[in-house]
């Protein structure tokens, strides 16, 4: 299983019966596979769609049916089509449960990143600023540290904000971070790595859970 394969399938367990989820583009999208058997999630696109279902296969293709990231999706038996206006009426509304977004950077204070990088071209924030705001629950799905190995989970943001204050939850291929008022608590632990190796590798400090668990 992949790093990414890793993180959607950990993230897939934080969802409940019934909920109205949001997946962000790129690695969110792929907690669509990881739902459990027998769970009915609402999955919503700004775009434009309640309703979606896995990404399709080569005969399940459609190219009329796409995510907000332009991306290939199914929809489920009683999907809706709607416009923006009304997409944008859910999420501001309150009326997602769950989003889920990867990030460049996210601090102690459960503050994000992910839109933009100064200098350079990155394929822009889409609907974040108003999914993180107006949905009750926010998951940071990423890697634990960037591609030159420095740390993402860091003491205060340095790239522009997308929002401050606003993730509940982070899941990387190492961990499962609560943000809490007291800090970032680990959670949980991948089988591949230790505690002690996880802290290493997060700049901001971690409140070690009484049972830290695993995944």
């Keep these: 299983m992949s790093?990414?394969?890793?993180?959607?399938r950990r993230v897939a367990k934080e969802l409940n019966d019934g909920d109205v989820v949001n997946l962000g583009i790129g690695l969110p999208t792929m907690v669509a596979d990881y739902i459990?058997?027998?769970?009915?999630?609402?999955?919503?696109?700004?775009?434009?769609?309640?309703?979606?279902?896995?990404?399709?296969?080569?005969?399940?293709?459609?190219?009329?049916?796409?995510?907000?990231g332009g991306k290939p999706v199914t929809v489920e038996h009683g999907a809706s089509y709607f416009d923006s206006a009304f997409s944008f009426a859910i999420?501001?509304?309150?009326?997602?449960?769950?989003?889920?977004?990867?990030?460049?950077?996210?601090?102690?204070?459960?503050?994000?990143?992910s839109?933009?990088?100064?200098g350079k071209m990155v394929p822009g924030m889409g609907g974040a600023m108003d999914l993180v705001t107006g949905s009750k629950k926010v998951i940071i799905a990423m890697t634990h540290t960037a591609k030159d190995g420095s740390p993402?989970?860091?003491?205060?943001?340095?790239?522009?904000?997308?929002?401050?204050c606003k993730v509940h939850i982070i899941v990387t291929e190492l961990a499962v971070i609560e943000v809490t008022k007291?800090?970032?608590?680990?959670?949980?632990?991948?089988?591949?790595?230790?505690?002690?190796?996880?802290a290493a590798k997060t700049e901001a400090p971690l409140i070690m859970a009484e049972n830290i668990g695993r995944f």
Aim: charged share 15%; hydrophobic share 40%.
């Design 152 to 164: 993402k989970i860091l003491n205060n943001i340095t790239l522009p904000p997308t929002a401050v």
């Design 115 to 118: 839109h933009i990088i100064p």
């Design 182 to 198: 007291e800090g970032l608590l680990l959670m949980e632990v991948s089988v591949h790595t230790t505690p002690k190796e996880v």
């Design 91 to 113: 999420i501001r509304g309150g009326h997602v449960n769950v989003t889920v977004l990867g990030a460049l950077q996210v601090d102690k204070q459960g503050s994000l990143a």
């Design 36 to 68: 459990p058997e027998g769970m009915t999630i609402h999955l919503q696109s700004e775009n434009g769609i309640l309703g979606m279902g896995p990404v399709p296969g080569a005969d399940g293709y459609d190219s009329n049916i796409v995510n907000a």
């Design 3 to 8: 790093i990414k394969e890793t993180i959607a």
